[in-house]
């Protein structure tokens, strides 16, 4: 099956720092992206939609200029936490379809970020 | 809306039982549903899809029911394993949605020899 990555797995940073976190799709093109956020003990919930070439959409209540993402190519989106504070630390994860219909959606295997 | 679960509820089940978890989904609009297996430090693993123009579908040791009327999803594991310990989510997506998944709270899944 289809295979998306995320990188890195886990990281660690200073409060105050931003963080970058990448979403590929490996073998396939990816228009949109979705990323989640789930702290520990609960369920995903969706925080944006990514669109290549376009601005992502928010869902309500995520700030956008907290988290900033880019889909600047067909395999790639990032999210970046920016001014990272110890609140911010969770488990992100990406997620692609492969195609306009709804399928399948595939997953990354996740960031664990530790805000200190 | 948004599923959020402060607690998941564990089911608890003996080596080779039968198990049976359960969702209940809150948009009527939504068509598309699929449960994931999560273990812990991991990204989802899809497990099984069925659109809503189906009530019931079958893959290999797993059975998915859909109930539209009380919007009410479940997963059935057939002779329930030890590696099927984890955590499981229904999901739920809309036409259109492109996939935009709106994750359920959460049942966590105990294996016992």
């Known amino acids: 099956g289809a295979v998306v990555s995320q990188h890195p797995s886990w990281v660690i940073c200073k409060s105050g720092t931003s963080v970058k976190i990448e979403c590929r799709s490996l073998?396939?093109?990816?228009?949109?992206m979705f990323w989640y956020r789930q702290f520990p003990k609960q369920s995903l919930m969706l925080m944006a939609t990514?669109?290549?070439?376009?601005?992502?959409?928010?869902e309500q209540g995520v700030e956008k200029d907290k988290f900033l993402i880019n889909h600047a190519s067909l395999t790639l989106s990032t999210l970046t936490v920016t001014s990272a504070h110890p609140e911010d630390s969770s488990f992100y994860i990406c997620?692609?379809?492969?195609?306009?219909?709804?399928?399948?959606?595939?997953f990354g295997q996740g960031t664990r970020l530790t805000v200190v | 809306g948004e599923s959020v679960g402060l607690h998941l509820p564990t089911l608890s089940v003996q080596e080779g039982d039968n198990s049976i978890i359960n969702c209940a989904y809150s948009n009527s609009a939504s068509d598309y549903f699929i449960w994931y297996k999560q273990e812990s430090g991991k990204g989802p693993q899809f497990i099984i899809d069925?659109?809503?123009?189906?009530d019931k579908r079958q893959g290999q040791r797993v059975t998915v029911l859909l109930n539209k009327t009380v919007k009410h999803l479940s997963l059935q594991i057939a002779a329930t394993q030890p590696g099927d310990s984890a955590v499981y989510f229904c999901a739920e997506s809309s036409s259109g949605g492109y996939n935009k998944l709106i994750f359920g709270a959460g049942t966590r899944l105990a294996v016992h020899p």
């Open positions: 073998d396939f093109q990816a228009t949109t």
């Open positions: 997620s692609a379809p492969q195609d306009r219909e709804n399928t399948e959606a595939f």
């Open positions: 069925i659109r809503s123009n189906m």
């Open positions: 990514s669109n290549e070439g376009s601005k992502a959409t928010y």
